[in-house]
Antibody, heavy 121, light 106 residues
Framework: VQLVESGGGSVQPGGSLRLSCAASGFTFSSYWMHWVRQAPGKGLVWVSHIDTDGSTTNYADSVKGRFTISRDNAENTLYLQMSSLRAEDTAVYYC???????????????WGQGTLVTVSS | DIQMTQSPSSLSASVGDRVTITCRAGQSISTYLNWYQQKAGKAPKLLIYAASNLQSGVPSKITGSGSGTNFTLTISSLQPEDFATYYCQQNYRTPYSFGQGTKLDI
């Protein structure tokens, strides 16, 4: 079971970036998926989640209207399209599988290794 | 949004010690509470889900308890690999908020 993020990098304020999370070793289409971010030296912040077929999504208020989560179950890949980026979006972005999918609970395991997004002029 | 508050924010202990970290929710969250361990430069690792359930592969010296608004994570017989930052997280309602973290060091 593995998750591998990619797509991070440096971008100017107001710019866009798309993160990818490639899943392997499990039936990707059976699990809800999440994005969580961590600013340098700070704590963990939940960003967004998506259900198994992409019909239900949810976002933190801080990214609502700017970020879009999506998935391609045929390609076993999760995405986070980020636009109108701000300096405060600078963080390591992790994708995580919701191992509680199908229950009333939600718990994240495993996590990817993270990809760094830096928003700076 | 549900506020999660951990205490202490930092904790010094010795190898062999037993430590307890507390997490308080801003409202009742039943047992919708997870615990994660994060080492420097690494992704978080799930320890406990649904307040008291030990994730597969996690040693039994780690225990979680609580319900409602008050939760604890206890680690017995500390070993060098246990020194890390620990986070609680509620999954009662989105946004799935985390505590600010508890840094456990030697």
């Amino acid at each position: 079971v593995q998750l591998v993020e990619s797509g991070g990098g440096s971008v100017q304020p107001g710019g866009s970036l798309r993160l990818s999370c490639a899943a392997s070793g499990f039936t990707f289409s059976s699990y809800w998926m999440h994005w969580v971010r961590q600013a340098p030296g700070k704590g963990l912040v939940w960003v967004s989640h998506i259900d198994t077929d992409g019909s239900t999504t949810n976002y933190a208020d801080s990214v609502k209207g700017r970020f879009t989560i999506s998935r391609d179950n045929a390609e076993n890949t999760l995405y986070l399209q980020m636009s109108s980026l701000r300096a405060e979006d600078t963080a390591v972005y992790y994708c995580a599988r919701d191992e509680g999918s199908g229950t009333y609970y939600s718990w994240f395991d495993p996590w990817g290794q993270g990809t760094l997004v830096t928003v700076s002029s | 949004d549900i506020q999660m508050t951990q205490s202490p924010s930092s904790l010094s202990a010795s190898v062999g010690d037993r430590v307890t970290i507390t997490c308080r929710a801003g409202q009742s969250i039943s047992t919708y509470l997870n615990w994660y361990q994060q080492k420097a430069g690494k992704a978080p690792k799930l320890l406990i889900y649904a307040a008291s359930n030990l994730q597969s592969g996690v040693p039994s010296k780690i225990t979680g308890s609580g319900s409602g608004t008050n939760f604890t994570l206890t680690i017995s017989s500390l070993q060098p690999e246990d020194f890390a930052t620990y986070y609680c997280q509620q999954n009662y309602r989105t946004p799935y908020s985390f505590g600010q973290g508890t840094k456990l060091d030697i």
